[in-house]
């Protein structure tokens, strides 16, 4: 089992919290602000910076970890980093793409990227 803090399409009521529906949920958390939040189009990244960043931790066993591996194409696109949160250290997913030309989502919320 391991920790996994989601901050984009996999937090509830997101196209691929799917993949999260039978994992237990502990809650949402702000991260310390250690990242900027990217808009990629139809799903955010995180990389290093100095913004906090909302997300869910879950309890994942390794079918699921493989699964959402594989959905953020880790190692190409992603690849795994550690935070400690209040739950104990979880993975989270550190975009690794090209940056040029992205936008960093100022709230720190992917659901609040189009609010003014």
């Known amino acids: 089992m391991a920790l996994v803090w989601v901050y984009g399409t996999l937090r509830r009521g997101e196209g691929n919290h799917g993949l999260l529906a039978d994992c237990a949920y502990l ?7 250690c ?4 808009d990629l189009g139809e799903y955010p990244g995180v990389i290093s910076g100095q913004q906090a ?3 869910e931790i879950y309890v994942v066993d390794e079918p699921t970890l493989n699964q959402l591996d ?11 980093g550690r935070l400690r949160t209040p739950w ?3 993975l989270y997913y550190h975009y690794r793409g090209p940056t040029r030309g992205l936008a960093a989502i100022a709230s720190g919320d992917w659901r609040a ?4």
């Open 27 to 33: 809650g949402q958390w702000w991260s310390p602000p």
């Open 113 to 116: 990227r189009y609010v003014c």
């Open 35 to 38: 990242f900027y939040l990217l």
């Open 88 to 90: 104990g250290e979880a």
């Open 70 to 80: 594989r959905l953020e194409e880790v190692p190409d696109e992603y690849d795994h």
């Open 53 to 55: 960043v909302l997300g």
